[in-house]
Structures are given as structure tokens and as C-alpha cells.
């Protein structure tokens, strides 16, 4: 079989299906190096929590091997978790036409082989939480129960995105947790920032999907919000933006890190004005994008950290 008959429907293009081995190209595509958008999304609020946890210690010092080790277990836990989800969602995938073709509904790879690669990406994932302190080590574990239990959420509640955004924001905590050893307030109005911000991207990345899963059972936001879906990126998405806020003002942070929020917040609502529901390349754009708004914000918390530090 060929590697262009077996690109994943909404990634094509990319150096997997143009450059990696044709043995490892069903599991580069089941950990979602193709479409590598979703480990920058699960990155993103681990590097603003370690910013943030390092401008409140007045610490630089030890802020880019966090990071560093936040991105190694961001792509390796993510990628464990599409696995995950692959093996949950075979028989589902199948019926959906922008899923069929993953790997194990297409016939690309066995359950039994994804769940050796989920093993071997959780042992990365493992390697990589084992740097951290006592503390941190046993934040990160308590994540898993929450991504166990995504995968099914999309079959009893309109709202699994809610559950993405207490598995994929968890990184908003473990900031503090490797830096501080604790989680402070400001930490948990991140958290809660984020989940918002998770809420409405992932909203806008359902609509892909919406005609589908309405036909096969599959529930979610976008289904639950349907014409309503811009004001309720509005309330979600302005949620995010005050609750982050709040952790700034919580964590005294200055100028740069209130400049972040700022662009970050004009990015949102520039993906708001953009929105067409009825427009799924569209949806995937805008849905990729938040990769740059997580970034902005990035941007200035680092700013306020290193001055802090000076």
C-alpha cells in the first residue's frame, strides 16, 4: 500500500507522508507527528505555568530545562494519548469520513501493536516525569485517570470537551509543581483559564465533524451549540482570557505578561470574527492557530519572568 493512499485525511502534506520510513509511518501517525498541533496545545499551558512559577520564585535558573522537558513529555504523552484514543475509537473511527483512514480502522496497524507503542510512549513520558520532584511526579500521575477517560466521554455527554480541557490544561498546574513544589491560587485560575480556552478551541475543531457524529451517536459542544457556537466561543473564550488574568494579578506579574494576555486575547477574537461553522478547512485553521495565540501569550510570560528574575 502505498504512503499517499494511507495519509490520514486531515494531514496530508507533511513530512511524515513525504519523508519517514513506510514501516514507521502508521505509528508516527497514530502519536500525531503528522499533525503535530495537539502536543503544542497540550505544551502551551506547561510553559506559561513554569513562566509564571519562575517569575513568582525570581528563579531563571532552572526555566529551560523545564521547558525543555515540558516539550519532550508534551509530544510523548500526547502522542500516548492519540493512541489511546485510536484503540478506543476504532470502531467509531470507521464510520466517520475524516477518520477512517488512522491506522487501525484502515488496517495499517494492529491493537496489539498500538498498544506496545502506547506503552513505549508512556515509558518516555514516564523517563520525563521522573526529573521533577516527589511533588510533581505524583501531579503528573494523577493526570492519567482524566486521560483514561476522555475517549468515552464523546458517548454519554454533549460536553467531552470539558474533560479535554482537565486533561490537556493539566500543564497549567505542573508549572508550579516542578518549580515550587506546591500549587498556588494562581495556578489553579490558570488551570481553569485553560479549560476555557480548550473548551472553545476544540468546539471549533468538532464542527469538522458535526454531520457525522450527529448520524452515529457521537456527542459533543459543537453538536450542543450548533448556530449558537459564536457566542458561546465569546463566554468561553472571554472566560479564558479573565481567568488567566486573574492568575497574573494573582502572581503580581507585570507588564510583559499583561502585553501577552493582551495579544493573546485580540488573536481569540480575531478567530471569532473569522468563524464559519459551515467552513471545515476553515474550522482547521482556525482551530491550528491557537498554537500561535498559546504562543503570544508564551511570549510575554516569559518577558515578565526573566525581568523578575533580573
Not at 468563524?275 to 495565540?293: P, Q, W
Request: hydrophobic share 55%; aromatic share 10%; with cysteine.
Amino acid at each position: 500500500m502505498s504512503g499517499a493512499a494511507t495519509r490520514v485525511a486531515d494531514a496530508t502534506g507533511n513530512w511524515v507522508d513525504s519523508h519517514a520510513p513506510l514501516w514507521s509511518r502508521p505509528y508516527l501517525r497514530l502519536c500525531r507527528l503528522d499533525r503535530p498541533i495537539g502536543s503544542w496545545l497540550l505544551l502551551l499551558p506547561c510553559w506559561w505555568s513554569a513562566a509564571i512559577a519562575a517569575g513568582v520564585a525570581h528563579d531563571l535558573s532552572r526555566l529551560p530545562g523545564f521547558l525543555a522537558l515540558f516539550f519532550i513529555g508534551a509530544f510523548a504523552m500526547r502522542g500516548a494519548g492519540c493512541t489511546w484514543n485510536d484503540i478506543t475509537d476504532r470502531d467509531l473511527d470507521g464510520k466517520v469520513e475524516r477518520t477512517r483512514s488512522r491506522p487501525i480502522p484502515a488496517g495499517q496497524v494492529t491493537v496489539i501493536q498500538a498498544l506496545a507503542f502506547l506503552v513505549l510512549q508512556a515509558l518516555v513520558g514516564l523517563a520525563v516525569l521522573l526529573q521533577f520532584n516527589a511533588f510533581a511526579i505524583a501531579t503528573g500521575i494523577a493526570s492519567l485517570i482524566i486521560v483514561a477517560a476522555y475517549p468515552f466521554m464523546k458517548r454519554i455527554t454533549y460536553w467531552p470537551q470539558v474533560v479535554l480541557g482537565l486533561a490537556f490544561s493539566w500543564g497549567a498546574l505542573m508549572g508550579f509543581a516542578v518549580t515550587l513544589a506546591r500549587i498556588d491560587v494562581a495556578a489553579l485560575f490558570l488551570y481553569a483559564g485553560s479549560i476555557a480556552w480548550v473548551i472553545g478551541y476544540d468546539t471549533i475543531y468538532a464542527h469538522q465533524d458535526s454531520e457525522d457524529d450527529l448520524l452515529i451517536g457521537i456527542k459533543s459542544t459543537a453538536l450542543l451549540f450548533g448556530a449558537r457556537t459564536t457566542p458561546a466561543l465569546m463566554a468561553f473564550y472571554g472566560l479564558a482570557v479573565a481567568l488567566i488574568g486573574a492568575a497574573l494579578m494573582l502572581a503580581d506579574a507585570r507588564w510583559p505578561a499583561w502585553l501577552g494576555l493582551a495579544m493573546f486575547a485580540a488573536h481569540l477574537a480575531w478567530q471569532i470574527a473569522r468563524l464559519d461553522i459551515r467552513d471545515t478547512a476553515r474550522c482547521l485553521r482556525l482551530f491550528k492557530s491557537n498554537r500561535d495565540a498559546g504562543l503570544l501569550l508564551a511570549a510575554g510570560l516569559l518577558v515578565d519572568a526573566a525581568l523578575r528574575a533580573g
